[in-house]
């Protein structure tokens, strides 16, 4: 619709995730609009990210050098490991304050439908990881969705005869939400990990 | 939250129009996923579209030219002259097909509380276009708001002594929309704009 260039500016932004074609036109105009230094800032930022940031080559968690802060953090304990899908889920933990052991970052979930098994995940590099015995527990934090779960049970299975601990992060009701708009699902699985209450 | 350059990509996006801190997180994200070659086509096309895009030097439309496409197109009529806020606008109306004849992009709207008067839009431009009395019709399309209806206004007065039609883009219903959800201005203008149905 648009001439040229603008046309291929809204086309690259609508191949970025979240962005449909009214939001790509509109981001494409603010851009047009905006000052010369806000856009050079942006390419330039753009340009450094794919060329500083690298994955941690111990937990796979976006890092500047070889390591991310959190593996080089010695304040850290070393016996709990939570592992996740995404760098995104840790930066989610770490919100939280809640945890203060290592991570190891799978790179997504094992999901037949989009041809993703088990050894398109860093895996193996987690079983390597728990062999010298020093971690203790291993928190098992993939969503709580369908392939989530199905990454779950498989690492629970696979590290079962290591005899460590082995959880997985609660399902339930959300805090602050209305048990009247809960979904089934979490309703059920609130109802299943009912906790005693003591007086 | 993340480190150095990861948490400046998140900065610069969320500076974006209609982009939050999670979208900016899920785009960030993507793009150091992404093969470095999408990457370099996205930053490349930034920085292209800043020097080749200009606006055209009649109506004020997206060019990559002196003039844009439609000031340059002989097919068109030069007796109606559409004058819109913004080049977006140009698009939308073009997307109807109704329209043939030529445009206006003033820039904005006036808005005294954003600190935009008349100088700060191409009204000079306007008002000179229309000096050699080849357009016969102006067609205000400026937005159905507070300020595209001020805008409105003060450009009719503007050009009424020029003894040409001035005209603006009904209000109304929206086609396939519901009464009962419409909002009252809305429903107000529908009345007051209602046309008489011939048998």
Known sequence: MYEGVVQDLIDELTRLPGI???????IAFHLLQADRDDVQ??????????????FCELCFNVAEGERCRICLDPQRGDTQLCVVEDPKDVNAIERTHEFKGRYHVLGGAISPIDGVGPDDLRITELVSRLSDG??????????????????????NRLVGPMGLTVSRLASGLPVGGDLEYADEVTLGRAFEGRRMMHA
Chains 1, 2 share one sequence.
């Open 134 to 155: 020093r971690i203790t527990e291993l928190i098992i934090a993939t969503n709580p969705n369908l392939t989530g779960e199905a990454t779950a049970s498989y690492l």
């Open 20 to 26: 449909g074609p009214r939001g790509a036109q509109r």
């Open 41 to 54: 800032r942006l390419t330039e930022v753009l340009t450094v990210v794919r060329e500083k940031v690298r």
